[in-house]
Nanobody, 115 residues
Framework: QVQLVESGGGLVRPGGSLRLSCAAS?????MGWYRQSPGKQRELVAG???????WYADAVLDRFNIMRDHAPNMMYLDMSGLKSEDTAVYFC????????????WGQGTQVTVAS
């Protein structure tokens, strides 16, 4: 079982920036960030693998950047040009087999974009 702990959420103005962090108890093959807004399904925002694959949702392409450090086991999501529609709870996820997580989940961190 891999433990994941997110941090870094908060309130930010439109156009602003924020960094989310995810601390993992062990290294896994795939990791990713999902988000969920009220009344909507949880969606994959960005993901990466230990072999170098990276993926972004069209809605965040060129605004978000996902990265990973192996020592310690950390994953980050740098978000810039934030919009009100980016408001959601963001979840860190990981998997030993799937490319962008989905087996282990963090508790989520709230990101609110508002003026």
């Amino acid at each position: 079982q891999v433990q994941l702990v997110e941090s870094g959420g908060g309130l930010v103005r439109p156009g602003g920036s924020l960094r989310l962090s995810c601390a993992a108890s062990a290294m896994t093959y795939g990791m990713g960030w999902y988000r969920q807004s009220p009344g909507k399904q949880r969606e994959l925002v960005a993901g990466l693998t230990s072999t170098g694959m990276v993926w972004y949702a069209d809605a965040v392409l060129d605004r978000f950047n996902i990265m990973r450090d192996h020592a310690p086991n950390m994953m980050y999501l740098d978000m810039s040009g934030l919009k009100s529609e980016d408001t959601a709870v963001y979840f860190c996820t990981a998997s030993d087999r799937r490319p962008y997580g989905g087996d282990y989940w963090g508790q989520g961190t709230q990101v609110t974009v508002a003026s």
